[in-house]
C-alpha cells in the first residue's frame, strides 16, 4: 500500500518561490504517474500538472504553465513540484496523487493514492 505525504508548504510573499515534495512510502513511486493538485479556499480541487511513469511527459494547467514545474526522483522515492512567481491565487491546499496515467493536467481520476495535503498561502 502506497503511502503518500506532502511538505514543503507555508507562507511566502507573492512572487516568491515554493517546492513542493510528495515522498512516497510502502511501494514504489515510479509505478505509477504523479499528478500535483491545488484546493484554493471555498472551491474545488483542481489537477494542475501530471507526470507520466516514464517521467518523459509533463502536463500543465494553463494557471501554472511557465511558472511551476512537476519533477520526480525515483531514487528517493520522492516526486516535486517547484513552484515560482507564485501569486495570491495559488493560495491553498495542494496534494499529489499516484494513478496509472496522466489525463492532461491530472491525473486519472479516480487515483490509486493520495496523500494528505500541504497548505501554501500567498500573502504579503
Known amino acids: 500500500q502506497l503511502q503518500l505525504v506532502e511538505s514543503g508548504g507555508g507562507l511566502v510573499q507573492p512572487g516568491g518561490s515554493l517546492r513542493l515534495s510528495c515522498a512516497a512510502s510502502?511501494?514504489?513511486?515510479?509505478?505509477?504517474?504523479v499528478g500535483w493538485f491545488h484546493r484554493a479556499p471555498g472551491e474545488g480541487r483542481e489537477g494542475i500538472s501530471c507526470?507520466?511513469?516514464?517521467?518523459?511527459?509533463?502536463n500543465y494547467a494553463d494557471s501554472v504553465k511557465g511558472r511551476f514545474t512537476i519533477s520526480r526522483d525515483n531514487a528517493k522515492n520522492t516526486a516535486y513540484l517547484q513552484m515560482n512567481s507564485l501569486q495570491a491565487e495559488d493560495t491553498g491546499d495542494y496534494f499529489c496523487?499516484?494513478?496509472?496515467?496522466?489525463?492532461?493536467?491530472?491525473?486519472?481520476?479516480?487515483?490509486?493514492?493520495w496523500g494528505q495535503g500541504t497548505q501554501v498561502t500567498v500573502s504579503s
Open positions: 496523487a499516484a494513478a496509472q496515467g496522466c489525463a492532461g493536467a491530472e491525473t486519472y481520476i479516480p487515483a490509486d493514492w
Open positions: 510502502g511501494g514504489t513511486l515510479g509505478h505509477y504517474a
Open positions: 507526470l507520466s511513469m516514464s517521467g518523459d511527459r509533463a
